[in-house]
């Protein structure tokens, strides 16, 4: 990461490398998924000579897609300054989010199905802006717990006039 996205005055903390690994999954069922019906679809067309470059096409694409898991998990980080919260992201197209605790609105913790079964869950924070997407994936529970708590704590005490 290069200076613009590591501002100082914190230390970045990363998500959970269960986020990869649900992640890993999540694209293991779509390449399976679309390439079985690919499959199907030539079986059922008489185009088996195909089949073995499905088969390779899907193998890249579940290598491609494991080392992408792992290397978009290590991008993200979040880091609590003194008067705001930065929430880096991405890989290709990095972004760094910034949202001072004065402006925050509300913030919301999820937890999806795939998430509950790996042990994660989602901190999410409003602003007045509705473009704010300030979310950071792959969070324990309790490391969601506790920053929930802090960053509404943070919002109350810090509020902006609004």
Known sequence: MDELFEPGGGEWTGVSERLAALERLVDALWVLGVGAVVGV???LTDQRAWLPAVGAVAAVL??????????????????????????????????????????MQFVDVTRG????????????????????DARIPGLLPEEASRLRDRLAHLGETRTAGL
């Open 41 to 43: 679809v030539l079986v």
């Open 62 to 103: 579940l290598a491609w897609g494991w080392w992408y898991a792992g290397r978009s998990r290590r991008a993200w980080g979040y880091t609590e300054r003194e008067q705001d919260l930065l929430v880096r992201r991405g890989v290709a197209w990095r972004s760094l989010v910034v949202v001072p605790y004065g402006r």
């Open 113 to 132: 199905p795939l998430e509950r079964a790996f042990g994660i869950a989602t901190v999410q924070l409003h602003t007045a802006a509705a473009a704010t």
